[in-house]
């Protein structure tokens, strides 16, 4: 259960990350939120193997 509240957690993060990088670059025009957008994708490519992870598991556990 710990995984896949992880998993959730991180994309939630990610997209959260990205609603702000998206704003701030229309307000001011400036590419330095590049680098938020590009941690927010890291945080997406981390929490959707996390979240799989943690539906697998729980999946193997309800069939035994």
Same mark, same amino acid.
């Given at each position: !259960?710990?995984? =896949?509240?992880?998993?959730? *957690? =991180?994309i *939630?993060?990610?997209?959260?990350? &990205?609603?702000?990088?998206?704003? !701030? /670059?229309?307000?001011?025009? /400036?590419?330095?939120?590049? =680098?938020? !957008?590009?941690?927010?994708?890291?945080?997406?490519?981390?929490?959707?193997?996390? &979240?799989?992870?943690?539906?697998? *598991?729980?999946?193997?556990?309800?069939?035994?």
């Open positions: !259960m710990k995984i =896949l509240c992880a998993g959730i *957690s =991180l *939630s993060i990610a997209a959260v990350g &990205l609603i702000f990088a998206v704003a !701030m /670059e229309i307000a001011t025009g /400036e590419p330095v939120y590049y =680098l938020v !957008m590009k941690v927010a994708a890291g945080f997406f490519g981390v929490g959707g193997p996390i &979240l799989g992870w943690g539906i697998a *598991s729980r999946a193997s556990k309800k069939k035994t």
